[in-house]
Each structure stands twice: as structure tokens, then as C-alpha cells.
């Protein structure tokens, strides 16, 4: 099997060599590709060196069987349609295909690729960790709305992110931010449309009804930047369609794939994004009724977004394939 990853030198990319590397994904060539500025260098992985290389409409035309790609929404729109032209399945962590209606945009534990296209969308990290605990409450009870507020690492910003939180610290003016993060939260994750929303927030708003295939799902969101490094954290408001309960939601999501209940506030356990960051789980509590409106709860969800929010659920999206075509 050919594996191509593009985008090794970046958060994302690095991450998403350590899981392939944890979950034994079988490949017989790997190729490292990156932009011009970061070809050369040189990244040991499973005891081999391998140089980067830059990645080129040439290079793309090369016959790979599958791409991980995480270079950014430009990169992905000019390269991802020439591998999949090549015959490779690209999974695409950037938004450049996530909303075409051709283009599945898959999280494991919640929905299957039909493959209309060989283009596979990997979903926003904030959107991926909401997803994974709403399916079961959508199959057990029925979802009529959602109401999302998020508190977003910056290393959801890369390394441009981190820097600004880091130097910061020491007094240093923001440079990828529009304001200090530092001791501070901005209600302000990626660009303005003209309603007032984000389009971190739209993200989420479309890509929850198209995961979910609940098409009239009520949604909204408000995505906040917090002064932390790594692990997002989603407040939820849900209304459910069936009458249920706390423990009625407690039980459905505690036998849920891929979630960790953690919800004792008596003895002050609820998810942290401390407890999230480096694990692939994403981690549920603080599940409460909403009084405000009939049939609605709140949950937190913790989760880190490098892993689950990106790399984890790429290569799982990869594992599944290769294990429903044998070759795994
Ligand atoms: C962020 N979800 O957190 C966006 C992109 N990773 O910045």
C-alpha cells in the first residue's frame, strides 16, 4: 500500500505520522510531501529517515493508494482531485470539500463513506467531538435542536496559535490573533460573514446536519478562542425529540464508542481539557436538564482537537477503509 501524508512538517500532519504509527496502519512506501518552503527536511519515523518532498502537480499524477492531507484549503482544492484522478483516496482534513454534496464528510463512530467521490472530508475538530456524543442521543431519542458554545485550544491555530498564546505571556503583541489571547477569550474563530456569524461557527451549524443527515436540525453556534494550548471544549444545549432523563442520556452515552463519561460533580469530576489532551476519547459530563425549555439538556464535551479533532478521526476514517477492503 502507498501512503502519502501532505502536510508532514505541520501540527496535524506530525500527528497524524504518530497514530499511523500507533495504529500499525500497513504501508509498503510512504511518501512525506509538504510545500516548496518545508521540503528537505528530514523526519525519522519507524526507525527509517525520510526527506520531504515537495508536493507538485508531477508528484500528485504518482500512483498512491491513499493521501492523508492537512496543507490548508488551497493546497488541498489544486492537489486532492489529481491524486483521486491517479487513483489514490484522499482523506482531507482542510474545509475545502467538507459542504459538496458529492464529498462525504465522515467521523467513524457516527456515519459510513459512500464514496461518490474519492475524496473523503475530514470534519472540523470542534464539529467531530459535538458529533460523536449526539448520535446516540439522535437514535435514542430523536434531536430537534442543538445549540453550540465552544471554547477552542489555539493550537487549532498551529503553531501560529501557540505562539501568540506563549509570547504573549511575556507581554508580546498578538500576530496571528486580531487580539491578545493571552488572559484573554475571543469570540472570534476564523472569518465575519455578513449575518455576524463566524465561519468557525457555520462550520459547525452545516456540518452537523450533514454528518447527522438531519438536514431541518435546529442548530446555532457561538466558537470562542480560550488561552489554551491543546484540547476544545463544547458547551451543548440539545432538545430531544422523546421525553428522556439525565441518567436515560448518562446510559445511552456511557455504552457510546469512543466517549468517556465523566460526570460526578459531587466529587468534582467533569471532562478537563487537561484530562483530553492525548487521548483519542472524547470526554462527556455535566449533563444536566435545561429547565429554560421542554425536554432539553445540557452536556460539556471535552476532546483534543490534534487527535480526535483531526489526525485520530483522518487515520480512523483510513483504518476503516483498509479493514472493509481487507487490507488491514
Ligand atoms: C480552529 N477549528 O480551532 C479551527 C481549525 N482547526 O482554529
Known sequence: ?????????????????????????PFDELTLFSSKKSA??????????????ELTEARAEEPFDYVLMSAGGSTSLKFSPIFEQAGAVVIDNSSAFR??????????????????????????????????????????????????????????????GLNDLREGAKGAAPTNYPHPIYNNVLPHIDVF???????????????????????????????????????????MDVTLEKPATVDAIREVLSKQEGIVLVDDVENNEYPLAIHSTGRDEVFVGRIRTDDSLDNTFHIWCTADNLLKGAALNAVQILEALLKERGEA
Do not use: W
Request: proline share 5%; with cysteine; net charge neutral.
Open 40 to 53: 528537505g527536511q528530514v523526519i525519522s519515523f519507524k526507525g527509517r529517515d525520510y526527506e520531504v518532498q
Open 99 to 160: 459542504m459538496q454534496g458529492d464529498i462525504d464528510l465522515i467521523v467513524p463512530e457516527v456515519n459510513k463513506p459512500k464514496l461518490n467521490r474519492a475524496i473523503i472530508a475530514n470534519p472540523n475538530c470542534s464539529t467531530i467531538q459535538s458529533v460523536v456524543p449526539l448520535k446516540p442521543l439522535v437514535e435514542a431519542f430523536g434531536l430537534k435542536r442543538v445549540a453550540y458554545t465552544t471554547y477552542q485550544a489555539v493550537s487549532g491555530s498551529g503553531l501560529a
Open 193 to 235: 460573514q455578513e449575518d455576524g456569524y463566524t465561519k468557525e461557527e457555520v462550520k459547525m451549524i452545516d456540518e452537523t446536519k450533514k454528518i447527522l443527515n438531519l438536514p431541518d436540525l435546529r442548530v446555532t453556534a457561538t466558537c470562542v478562542r480560550v488561552p489554551v494550548e491543546d484540547s476544545h471544549s463544547v458547551a
Open 1 to 25: 500500500m502507498k501512503l502519502a501524508i501532505v502536510g508532514a512538517t505541520g501540527l496535524v500532519g506530525s500527528k497524524m505520522m504518530e497514530v499511523v504509527e500507533r495504529k500499525a496502519i
